[in-house]
């Protein structure tokens, strides 16, 4: 039996048979805890589990379950699917209680096998290996934030926890301005090795002006440590914004690379679009979680991408939608979202950038909604690409774009949104 956190246990009452035989399988609920049980039945707004192999009963409200597991027991208990979208999302991320004692010290730290001879000090946790290189900076609080980030993943999304495996992700924390130039220029000509000149010299271009990047680390590098290639990289010249949970930079950077991670790549027909869902949803996590903005974005340009542009929202995160939403009522900010759709870094004004903000706000902004942008991300994977702008509108319940454009137009001018 695998228990990580304790669910509570309550009375039993009448239950509503099963629709076929029950399965055991991992259940998770809103406050992070999981649990090895069959489905004894649903009763009202509650379900009851049954744990294997000591048959003890957990009784749960349906609305504390995560998405997949709410879908499950549509399909196999007939539930009602308006559990899907009932109840409020909430900010699941805050409310999972972490258990950090089974964070852990990997022993002789980590380093590359083939690159950068720097070692780095490593904290192993469920999901995650995270790195460090420097005096100031250590993995604990970075940590705690990629597992919280981690479970608002697996909370929200369908077969997030199915799609992760086994493998961890790798996240470097790098202090040290050596060990941090040593490791763009091994990843600027492991890029050039692989034919891509061009992204080499944006690596080179952009490398000690960012704030973190994801980079694809060596086969022998994942094998030894049973890694996802893909790693997100800090490039930490302020410790102090990483001593705490749940910091601005570092919450957005993380739900990023996370989302990045479940939608997978798209083909080069399908990216139109992946920026704007892909940023909208880092800077939605970064100002809800945290309550303030400290992200600014990079623009490469330039027939040598070495041209290097910032991009940013408003004076400050939480003047964004108060702003937007005067320049959407005086007809300043058209809310279009096929434009959108087209936007890149280079494009990016302020107001572009916040109304990218507000389209993720509004796809995530209740139960509603946010089964329908998971229900999106699923077709995104599936695919390799964004949906065109018709099919957003019926994936979210609108029978054409405008009515989409104008549902989210009053989000912005009446609604929510903050």
């Known amino acids: ?13 009448m239950l509503a048979p099963v629709g076929r035989a029950a399965e055991t399988r991992t259940w998770m609920s809103r406050k992070g805890g999981t649990v090895e049980a069959e489905l004894g039945g649903v009763s009202g707004d509650s379900v009851t589990l049954v744990t294997t192999p000591d048959s003890k009963q957990i009784k749960l409200k349906i609305e504390d379950l995560s998405l997949a597991d709410r879908q499950h027991l549509v399909e196999v208990a007939g539930a009602d699917a308006g559990i899907i979208t009932g109840g409020k999302p909430g900010l699941v991320e805050k409310e999972a209680r972490i258990d950090i004692t089974k964070f852990k010290r990997l022993d002789g730290g980590l ?24 005096r100031k900076v250590r993995p604990n609080h970075v940590a705690e934030t990629a597992e919280r ?13 199915q799609d992760w495996g086994n493998k961890r992700m790798l996240i470097l924390l790098v202090e040290d301005r050596s060990a941090y130039k040593s490791l763009g220029d091994w990843y600027a000509n492991s890029v050039a090795a692989r034919g891509d000149q061009d992204g080499a010299r944006e690596v080179k271009s952009t490398w000690q002006k960012l704030g973190s990047t994801t980079i694809t680390v060596p086969d022998t590098m994942t094998t030894k440590y049973n890694i996802d290639p893909r790693t997100l990289v800090f490039n930490v010249t302020e410790p102090t914004k990483f001593h705490k949970d749940l910091e601005p930079f570092p919450t957005h950077s993380i739900a990023g690379f996370l989302l990045q991670k479940q939608l997978g790549g798209v083909s080069s027909f399908g990216s139109k679009g992946y920026f704007a869902v892909l940023t909208g949803h880092a800077f939605f996590k970064e100002i809800s979680l945290t309550g303030k903005t400290e992200t600014n974005l990079l623009a490469a340009t330039g027939s040598s991408r070495d041209d290097v542009a910032t991009k940013q929202g408003f004076k400050d995160g ?14 300043k900010v058209k809310v279009q979202l096929a434009p959108m759709l087209d936007w890149k870094p280079e494009d990016l004004g302020p107001e572009k950038l916040v109304l990218i903000y507000s389209f993720a706000y509004y796809m995530e902004s209740d139960s509603k909604r946010l089964a329908a942008f998971a229900k999106m991300v699923r077709r995104i994977e599936s695919s390799n690409q964004i949906p065109a702008p018709e099919e957003i509108a019926k994936i979210f319940g609108f029978e054409t774009v405008a009515a989409f454009e104008a549902d989210w137009q009053a989000f912005i001018k009446e609604g929510e949104f903050k």
């Not at 380093?111 to 420097?134: I, K, M, N, Q, R």
């Not at 980030?149 to 077969?159: E, P, R, S, T, V």
């Open 111 to 134: 380093f590359f096998p083939e690159g950068p001879s720097d070692s780095y000090d490593c904290l192993e946790t469920p999901h995650f290996l995270v790195a460090s290189a420097g």
């Open 149 to 161: 980030m981690w479970h608002g993943m697996a909370f929200q999304h369908m077969n997030f926890r």
């Open 1 to 13: 039996m695998k228990r990580e956190l304790i669910f509570g246990m309550l009375a039993i009452g």
């Open 318 to 331: 939480t003047s964004w939608a108060r702003t937007l939403r005067s320049m959407v009522r005086g007809g």
